[in-house]
Nanobody, 116 residues
Framework: QVQVVESGGGLVQSGGSLRLSCAIS????????MAWYRQAPGEQRELVAV???????NYADFVEGRFTISRDKDKNVMYLQMNSLKPEDTAVYLC??????????WGQGSQVTVSS
């Protein structure tokens, strides 16, 4: 199994930047997909960005080129660099990892608050 621990949330002004980190441990060689999701109060959880084991990336339309998902394979850490943040980006951000057997691991969530 895979374990994930997030860090890096916080409060930032509109237009600012934050970087979220997701430390990954356990059976990392079985990982086939990594992703960031977010959930705002009263809203459904939504996909933000995906990174596959083949290093292909995909982003939600609302990202509009502002976020970058990446991975440091030496440190086993996944990142979400968020630039030009907007108040509507305020949410709890969660990292998600899927292994070859389809088992999903979720982080504890990081609060990101963007003030106007």
């Amino acid at each position: 199994q895979v374990q994930v621990v997030e860090s890096g949330g916080g409060l930032v002004q509109s237009g600012g930047s934050l970087r979220l980190s997701c430390a990954i441990s356990g059976s990392i060689f079985n990982i086939v997909r990594m992703a960031w999701y977010r959930q705002a109060p009263g809203e459904q959880r939504e996909l933000v960005a995906v990174l596959t084991s083949g290093d292909r990336t995909n982003y939600a339309d609302f990202v509009e080129g502002r976020f970058t998902i990446s991975r440091d394979k030496d440190k086993n850490v996944m990142y979400l660099q968020m630039n030009s943040l907007k108040p509507e980006d305020t949410a709890v951000y969660l990292c998600n990892v899927v292994d070859i057997g389809g088992y999903e691991s979720w982080g504890q969530g990081s609060q990101v608050t963007v003030s106007s």
